[in-house]
């Protein structure tokens, strides 16, 4: 299973361990939306590659 992992902001060290727990074992990948102009047509192609697409805060 691959996951995509989408950051609203900075992860915390809470986020970071979560992430770490969730992916375990399994393909992951990361997109930050926290920069100034996120490339929305590279997380539309991400989102489709991926089987699961977790966003955090």
Not at 22 to 45: G, H, I, K, M
């Amino acid at each position: 299973m691959k996951i995509l992992n989408v950051y609203r902001s900075a992860p915390t060290d809470d986020t970071k361990k979560l992430v770490e727990i969730v992916c375990q074992d399994r393909e992951a990948d990361n997109f930050d939306l926290n920069v100034d102009s996120p490339d929305y047509d590279t997380l539309v192609d991400k989102i489709m590659a991926a089987d699961k697409t977790i966003c955090w805060w």
